[in-house]
């Protein structure tokens, strides 16, 4: 599977964005989801996970309540909302595919990043 996110940009706090991620090559259907953020200096964090059919959702307690994973199978694209941003949300945003939510942590294909600025 590749992986293409996109939708990442500057915006003061308080404001919102909304990442993608296409995909293409294998059955996008079929994988779980993610999206996990790095920022500077920081080591990778899981942030949230959809299941292959859309049905079961899991956050990062750090994002709950302000960002929401949803999924298209039909154009095989994942996004993620995100409101309410902080400043502490600042980050390079990278999608993930996996088998299933509960191999997330190790999964196995992973997109190229987009960056987000929260400005305060």
């Known amino acids: 599977v590749q992986l293409q996110a996109s939708g990442g940009g500057l915006v003061q706090a308080g404001g919102s964005l909304r990442l993608s991620c296409a995909a293409s090559?294998?059955?996008?259907?079929?994988?779980?989801m993610g999206w996990f953020r790095q920022a500077p200096g920081k080591e990778r964090e899981f942030v949230a996970t959809?299941?292959?059919?859309?049905?079961?959702?899991y956050y990062a307690d750090s994002v709950k309540g302000r960002f929401t994973i949803s999924r298209d199978n039909a154009k095989d694209t994942v996004y993620l909302q995100m409101n309410s941003l902080k400043p502490e949300d600042t980050a390079v945003y990278y999608c993930?595919?996996?088998?299933?939510?509960?191999?997330?942590?190790?999964?196995?294909?992973w997109g190229q990043g987009t960056l987000v600025t929260v400005s305060s």
């Open positions: 993930a595919a996996a088998a299933s939510v509960g191999t997330m942590a190790r999964a196995d294909y």
């Open positions: 959809i299941n292959w059919s859309g049905t079961s959702t």
């Open positions: 090559g294998r059955t996008f259907s079929s994988y779980a």
